[in-house]
């Protein structure tokens, strides 16, 4: 059983598109979404947490399958929650992103890249506790896996300082 309750949060780690992340130690977890989605989940009971990062909602084909698509990265991720001792009871979802710049692409990619999110979750009967999604900007999301705490920060332009490594003005 993990007891983060007396380890410090000793890492950073920035997740990319087409990652999925949970770490053995607490973290801090943080990422840049546009239309791309991630959905972190947590067990309130072990304390532990991850989070993915997708960019298109799904794909049919096998040979195409990796965590870019969402219906592969939550599955994915509920799967390591489970193989790490999680019990569906016992996980909650929140979901970010998936917003839509009109001005950049007439398909609203952002939108499908939710409904994939939240279709998983749904099936596998995992409560969704917040979500921040849709709109015109993008977000920086910072997740401590120690405290289940998640900041959100909407953006109308992502700068180069906001992609890690980061460099001075983040």
Known sequence: MN??????????????????????KPTVISTVLGSSVSVSLYDKKLKTGGMNHFLFPFVETGKQATSLYGNIAVWTLVRMMLKNGSVLLNLEAQIFGGAHNSAESSRNIGIDNVKAARTILNQKQIKVISEDVGGELGRKIVFNTLTYEILTLKVDRLRDSDWYPYEEGR
């Open 3 to 24: 007891n983060f309750s007396e380890k410090p949060v000793t890492r950073d780690y920035f997740l990319k598109p087409g990652y999925i992340y949970l770490p053995e």
